[in-house]
């Protein structure tokens, strides 16, 4: 009937049309993951030079370091996970586009974990009230990301 084929071509458009979205997601979250990896090397050598920041001044560097190069590799999990993704058509874009959102925001919590080590170790109150404001915002979104995945990921 007419009215099975405008309801099969709506649901047709309508996956066409969120597998575009995904892709676009997919491509931009990829580049991001990459910028963020190299942005987190930068500040991990940044934290390892003794004129920036001296040995033995109160902050625990081998944990904000360990933090900073977890979060850098999966950055570029992400990155490829997500770069691949954009080769799928839906809903088989979904799986990889979910794994890849979860590391990268996995990776967000890891770098804004570093940073409240380091605001700590610097006794800035203000700062460590927003950092870790951030990081509770940061860990919450990942949360429910973990928490939506066999919703959103599951294949129709």
């Not at 990155?79 to 799928?88: C, E, H, R, S, V």
Request: net charge neutral; hydrophobic share 55%.
């Amino acid at each position: 009937s007419l009215s099975s084929l405008w309801t099969h071509h709506t649901r047709e458009m309508s996956c066409e049309i969120e597998s575009m979205n995904l892709k676009d997601a997919a491509g931009t979250f990829s580049q991001l993951s990459g910028v963020l990896a190299s942005f987190c090397v930068a500040f991990a050598i940044l934290l390892l030079t003794p004129a920036v920041f001296p040995q033995g001044g109160g902050m625990p560097q081998d944990l904000v370091i360990s933090l900073l190069l977890l979060s850098v590799t999966l950055y570029s999990i992400a990155a490829g996970i997500l770069a691949n993704a954009t080769k799928y058509a839906y809903p088989h874009i979904r799986l990889p586009y979910k794994v890849g959102i979860i590391c990268f925001l996995l990776s967000n919590v890891l770098v804004l974990s570093a940073i409240v080590i380091i605001i700590r170790a610097f006794g800035l109150p203000m700062a460590n009230v927003i950092a870790i404001g951030m990081l509770v915002v940061a860990a919450a979104i990942l949360l429910l990301n973990v928490l939506s995945f066999n919703t959103f990921a599951k294949l129709d």
